[in-house]
Every structure is written in C-alpha cells, then in structure tokens.
C-alpha cells in the first residue's frame, strides 16, 4: 500500500513538474486599463546606413539614428494602483505603410492598450523606401526610391540563387544589371512583392530594436521572455518575420565591413520574440528569406513564436490566401496560429470587430490580451 501511495504520488509529480515545465507561470497583469501611460520619443536604438540614389548603387549612403517611442505605465491618480514590481512583459509595434512611409505613432494605440494593463511597451521607426513608387510605364514593376536602407547585392543574397526549385513563373521587382530580379514572386498574385531593397532594411531595424529591448531589460524592468509584437500590413509582415526566421537572418549577409552600423544594434543579443499579433499581413518574409538562402531552407519550424492574426476578407491590397503558407506550417509543426477573418472589412480594418464563435463581437485589442495572456499563463488582476 506504502508503495502504491509513492508510485501515486511519484506520477502526480511527474505530470506537475511536466505542466510547470510546458505552461510556466508568466508575469502579473491587470485585465482593465488602470494606469496612465508616459510616452518618450526619438530614443535612439541603434544606427543604419542609408543611401539616396535612384539606381540603388549604394555608393550615396550616411549614417542615420534608429529611433523608437517608448510608452511605459505611470500611476493613475483616479485610482491609485502602484506600479508591478516584477519583471514586465513587452509590446512592440511596428507600423505599416507598404515599406515607404508611416511612423511609430500609428502603433501607438495598440501598444497604450497593454501599457496600461501593466506591459513596457515600444514603437519603432524603421528605414524607409522613402517616396517608394512603382513605374506605371514599365512592364517589370521595376521601384524607385530617393531613399533606402542598405541591402545585400552581392552573392548569394543578391545577385544570385534567383529561382527557388519547382518554380517556373514570373519574378517581379527590382532587377539588376545582370538580369536577376532581387525580390521573390508573389505567390498568389498581390502587386506586394517584397522587393529586398525595401524589405530588408525594415526586417534588419525591427530585429534590431528586439535586440536592444533585451540589451535594456534593467532600465525598463523586463522580462525578455515575454516580449509580444504587433504590427499591421508591412509592419505585421515583419512580425511575421520576427516570429519565424533565424537568427543570422537579415543580420549576417551584410558584413560590418560593410555596414558597420551593425555594430551598433546590440549584436550580442538574440531578436527572438515570444508571440506575434499580426493585422492584415502576410507570409512573404518567411516565403521570401527561404528563396533568397542558398540551401532553399525553410524558415517554418516547431520554434517559431505563437501567432494571432486579424485580416478582413475583402482585402484587396494583402488577401487573406497571403496568411496560407504560414497558417499551414504552422498548424502542421503544432506552433499555435490564431487567425480571426474580419468579415466583410478590407485592408486597415482597425475598426472590424473580432466575431467570437458565439456570435458576440470583441475589439481586436481585446482579443489580443486574451491571446497573450492565455499563451504565456499570465496571472490577471481585475
């Protein structure tokens, strides 16, 4: 009987340990908007080089400031309810506008949502394909900048590897002299087509600014095992990407040598992400780092971060097919994927309520915090 009591107890032991080892206990939020929020803005994050020739030669480049808005919780007066002592989690916005305009204050309302639930929150500016245009006259979709961030166009991120196997249509974008688009095709058929020179700056800054949030956890009491991105349209596109590419991606096919801004984004530091809240974006940056590598390896995996998705299903400009591959994999690879399908909206449906499956609707913010909190067993006050 001694016996059967310890191998009971012994097995109840184990299934603990293993559900705190799965499910650890996250940080302590409240469910209502009890504080107040401070933002700070134009605090640097690090340096890029940015250039300002139309036949993106990257031979006019300068240095320039990576700047963020950082927004952190202050004591209502009204209410009176002191700041959380323990390591917070983070929310990080990162705003759209098709990788040539837009700036950190159109995600600053999504990000004051959780500030003022108790999370540290930022919202980045990023390199722009600056006045970003495409030219009606040319059947190539060739773009035009006046200004851009640095991107590779050496081998075998360039100027090479140009076809991913099995595929055998068009390649839209940017083309170099020798006839070798550096963008991936669209996969189902949106005019988007992630041409590098915009894409690759923007990806690089966000991976950036996680790695100097994780450089900066003392200064703004985080906890870097609880950091949440959001974006919408391009800006989710890059959370896309944060949440499925490795490491060296977008960090390591320039050399310092070459920019030596890189110095300067934390290096020492991992961008990983814990989850990713994605409005109206797609899979082009997993899709496109995939046929850009050499080895054609596929940036899916059982490590990405959780992701929750919000997309109208008129969107004409990123439809709701560009979530498929990711959606896929990750359902195949058991990685939670939320997606909510706003009916009857189009593209920047900020205002399109979730429909939950009993019929009532919920704000996407709402929806959010129930997605981060759930995923990362937060504790939460009233």
């Known amino acids: 009987m001694a016996r059967q009591s310890l191998q009971f107890l012994s097995i109840v032991l184990g299934v603990w340990c293993s559900l705190s080892m799965e499910t650890p206990q996250g940080p302590t939020v409240y469910s209502n908007a009890v504080y107040g929020v401070n933002l700070t803005s134009n605090v640097i994050y690090g340096q890029g080089m940015y250039c300002s020739l139309d036949n993106f030669s990257q031979t006019n480049c300068s240095v320039v400031n990576l700047t963020m808005d950082v927004i952190l919780p202050v004591v209502n007066l009204s209410q009176g309810i002191p700041l959380l002592k323990d390591p917070r989690p983070v929310l990080l916005g990162i705003h759209g506008g098709s990788y040539s305009h837009g700036d950190s204050s159109e995600q600053v309302p999504n990000v004051e949502y959780f500030v003022q639930r108790g999370w540290i929150g930022f919202s980045i500016n990023y390199r722009l394909c600056e006045q970003g245009r495409m030219l009606e006259d040319k059947s190539d979709g060739s773009l035009v900048c006046a200004h851009y961030g640095q991107f590779p166009a050496h081998g075998p991120f360039g100027n090479t590897s140009c076809t991913a196997p099995g595929y055998n249509g068009p390649l839209f974008g940017l083309s170099t002299h020798d006839g070798c ?202």
């Open 181 to 382: 688009a550096l963008s991936s095709p669209p996969k189902h058929g949106s005019f988007f087509g992630t041409l590098l020179s915009w894409m690759y700056p923007s990806v690089r800054d966000a991976k950036a600014a996680v790695r100097f949030i994780r450089a900066n956890t003392k200064r703004f009491n985080i906890d870097p095992d609880y950091i949440t991105a959001v974006g919408s349209s391009a800006g989710a596109c890059s959370v896309v990407g944060l949440a499925t590419t490795l490491e060296d991606d977008y960090k390591n096919e320039i050399s310092q040598q070459e920019d030596p801004t890189l110095s300067s984004t934390n290096l020492e530091q991992t961008s990983n992400i814990a989850s990713g809240l994605v409005q109206w974006g797609g899979d082009y940056v997993p899709i496109f780092t995939q046929l850009r590598d050499p080895k054609n390896m596929s940036r899916y995996s059982k490590n990405n971060a959780p992701l929750a998705t919000y997309h109208g299903d008129l969107d004409g400009t990123i439809g709701l097919a560009q979530e498929n591959t990711t959606k896929n994999a990750y359902e195949k690879n058991g990685v939670p994927y939320e997606q909510h399908v706003l009916h009857g909206a189009g593209h920047d449906a900020i205002n399109a309520p979730v429909v939950l499956p009993n019929g009532t609707n919920q704000t996407q913010n709402a929806n959010m915090f129930e997605f981060v909190t759930r995923i990362h067993n937060m504790q939460i006050h009233n």
